[in-house]
């Protein structure tokens, strides 16, 4: 996505006033859904029972979108299914997909804080800014963000793809990895590059960002072109990686992830065709 369109973020705990107000239903990090990949309504959860957390997290075309979460033990009523970004990619609009990367997000950050982390106590919803608090201790947890530096590495007419045994089966990718303590994004890049190819970048090159809800990550995307040495497959991490030409590509990301972007872009330069997002 490279816009929220309608979607606006917010926050206010408790439960909304507005009966209009679109629920975003998870149990624990699943979405719930009716047929057809629509969102259900209040009686449709009501056999859920109380939900550990509820509040608004933000209006999608005017209409305020609540979230509640209940532990993921709960079983799912009937008539409903599970759904995430990847499989309502291109079937819900750009605003509702942004809608549902806060909500997965934030349903995270809610089940793993229930109780402090530093005394142990039951955490509450804070009143008037998205974070949980300790009513013992005052500790505050915000929502958590974990920076990934991804780079799509250009040799010539070349792109290089690795293959992670946590890919789907054939599918391969730009290399990627957590910002460490301390690391800019970009120092983040090279040792990933180095440490999973075995090869030196240069001229790193901002591409874009994503926010990508497995379970909170954003992305920080790059395009950078190959300094020196040889591939060679960090054992642990990579199954399988190489050079490809763009009418020679294997399996790709899923559409809606940066990744896919970066890739169908840069092929696009290199064909000499015109890059359509």
């Known amino acids: ?29 699943s979405l719930l859904l009716k047929p057809n990949a629509e969102l259900p309504r209040v009686e449709d959860v009501q056999g859920l029972g109380e939900p550990l957390r509820t509040f608004r997290f933000g209006t999608l075309a005017g209409q305020a979108c609540v979230l509640k979460v209940w532990p993921s033990e709960r ?45 142990g106590q039951p955490m509450i919803l804070g009143q008037m800014e998205i974070a949980c608090v300790c009513p013992t201790c005052e500790y505050k947890v915000y929502p958590r963000i974990s920076p990934v530096a991804i780079g799509l590495v250009v040799k010539g007419d070349e792109i290089l793809l690795a293959r992670s045994s946590r890919f789907e089966p054939g599918m391969y990718s730009a290399l990627a990895g957590f910002v460490e303590a301390g690391e800019s994004a970009e ?23 994503q926010s990508w809800p497995y379970p909170h990550s954003l992305m920080i995307g790059f395009i950078a072109d190959y300094r020196s040495g040889e591939l060679v497959a960090q054992e642990e991490e990579i199954e399988d990686l190489g050079w490809f030409k763009p009418d020679g590509l294997p399996r790709l990301p899923h559409p809606g992830s940066l990744a896919r972007r970066m890739i169908e872009f840069v092929c696009a330069e290199l064909s000499g065709r015109a890059y359509r997002a």
């Open 75 to 119: 079983a799912i009523p009937e008539g409903l299914s599970v759904g995430d970004y990847r499989t309502l990619w291109g079937r819900w609009p750009e605003g509702s997909l942004a809608a549902l990367v806060r909500a997965k997000q934030l349903a995270v950050w809610a089940l793993h804080n229930l109780f402090c982390g530093a005394c």
């Open 187 to 209: 120092e983040c890049l090279h040792r990933e590059v180095r440490e999973e190819a075995g090869i030196e970048i240069q001229n790193l090159r901002y591409f874009g960002s």
């Open 1 to 29: 996505m490279t816009a929220r369109a309608d979607f606006e973020p917010a926050y206010a705990s408790g439960e909304p006033r507005d009966v209009s107000a679109l629920l975003f239903p998870f149990i624990g990090q």
